[in-house]
Structures are given as structure tokens and as C-alpha cells.
């Protein structure tokens, strides 16, 4: 019996932002990665990160995130893999990123760091596994 799978392939992550262009500039610049596409007729713009498509959609009404609150729920978040934590949590300040208020690593006996992306969602800076 052959199974076919009904889902071939992840093309796209698409983050709400109410600045797509600068949002996929801040990822692209986080990760090395590159900006791709900017519509700003769209409202949308994309860029690659380490090989994954990350789409943004400008949303006019954008509700900023509240994390670790639920009233504006998180609704996502990423992780990154970095070779210095100390590093590259200064370059995602120099970028614009803020350290969360909460971090649940100092309670959960974990090294990462979370962050907050200009429009206030969380990414989580981890180090490389010992």
C-alpha cells in the first residue's frame, strides 16, 4: 500500500508586523540572512533564513504581542542557535531586539536568553549544547 504524504513542503513562516519591510530586514540582519522581496503595494516583504522563506504581512490594527501575558498572546515563537550568547544578544539590541523581562531559563536551570523583536515577539537566543 503506497501512502502519499498530503503535505510535501514548508514554503513560508508568515509573521503579522506593522512594518513587514522592516521586520524582514531586522530577521535577515539577525541571521545572516538576505531580504528577498519587498511589496510595499502588498504590504508584505520576505527574506531567508538559513534557508527557510520568512514571509511579513503589514497588519494595520497590529496588536503587539504580550509576553509572557495571554491577554496578547505570543501566538508563536523561534528559536535560534547561536555560537556566543553573550554575542548575539548584543547584536540583536544593536538591531533593535529587547531582552525580555521574563526569563524563564533563569527558573528552568536553561542557558537561553529570551528577546523581544521590534513588534514584541519572543525569539529565545540558545547556545550551543554542551
Known sequence: MTTTTPVTELIAVTIDSP????????YADLTGGEVTGDYPEYGYASATVH??????????????????GQEHPQQFHLDFRVPDLAAATE????LGATVAETQPAESM??????????????????????
Not at 51 to 68: I, L
Not at 91 to 94: D, P
Open 19 to 26: 512594518n513587514a519591510a522592516r521586520l524582514a530586514r531586522f
Open 51 to 68: 534557508g527557510t522563506p520568512f514571509n511579513f504581512q503589514t497588519v494595520a490594527d497590529y496588536t503587539r504581542p504580550e509576553w509572557p
Open 91 to 94: 547584536h540583536a539590541l544593536a
Open 109 to 130: 536551570g536553561g542557558a537561553w536568553r529570551t528577546m523581544l523583536d521590534p513588534d514584541g515577539h519572543p525569539f529565545c537566543l540558545c547556545p550551543p549544547h554542551e
